[in-house]
T-cell receptor, first 112, second 112 residues
């Protein structure tokens, strides 16, 4: 079945440093979604990317979809303690599928 | 607050028992999803319902079953519980399918 690899598994940064998490698939994706889960909380939808090479920004967060639509990245500029949590990418099981397959997530910790 | 409600918040039960988890989707959402989150397995898709009908199935055990009622709320039934079933169970909803999903606060199940 469809699988997604997310790296790194953990990342610790000093406040103000940048952070990037990567999501890789072995097959071409129709789209990809990103979610954030704060410690003790539930996943919260961040964004959906659909087009090849798409780049979307949300304040300090930049999301990118690869040209071949097989990978995606989330970059946070100048991290803050509020960025702490686990970031998941998620993709649909196949072109027509409606089941979301989540990556294992990247857990970000930030020290001030 | 995502608008998705789940009850109960916490559940402690013994091995071999049966429990029912309940989810009310956001107003207007027709799709309901169930996920299991454990430390070693990450966020695992269990099952999806759309407007009362089963739409997609993931790695859901035969001991688990779910349904979506005419008022669109959903229940996840877990029977013959084992220690390994201890996890956070999330419900999510979306307008149709392949949309962003809104997660509820989760039910933490502990099997002793």
């Amino acid at each position: 079945g469809q699988q997604v690899m997310q790296i790194p598994q953990y990342q610790h940064v000093q406040e103000g440093e940048d952070f990037t998490t990567y999501c890789n698939s072995s097959t071409t994706l129709s789209n990809i979604q990103w979610y954030k889960q704060r410690p003790g909380g539930h996943p919260v939808f961040l964004i959906q990317l659909v087009k090849s090479g798409e780049v979307k920004k949300q304040k300090r967060l930049t999301f990118q979809f690869g040209e071949a639509k097989k990978n995606s990245s989330l970059h946070i500029t100048a991290t803050q303690t509020t960025d702490v949590g686990t970031y998941f990418c998620a993709l649909f099981s196949n072109q027509a599928g409606t089941a979301l397959i989540f990556g294992k997530g990247t857990t970000l910790s930030v020290s001030s | 607050d995502s608008g998705v409600t789940q009850t109960p918040k916490h559940l402690i039960t013994a091995t071999g028992q049966r429990v029912t988890l309940r989810c009310s989707p956001r107003s207007g959402d027709l799709s309901v999803y169930w996920y299991q989150q454990s430390l070693d397995q990450g966020l695992q898709f269990l099952i999806q319902y759309y407007n009362g009908e089963e739409r997609a199935k993931g790695n859901i055990l035969e001991r688990f079953s779910a349904q979506q009622f005419p008022d669109l709320h959903s229940e996840l039934n877990l029977s013959s519980l084992e220690l390994g079933d201890s996890a956070l169970y999330f419900c999510a909803s979306s307008v149709t399918y392949r949309d962003e999903q809104y997660f509820g606060p989760g039910t933490r199940l502990t099997v002793t």
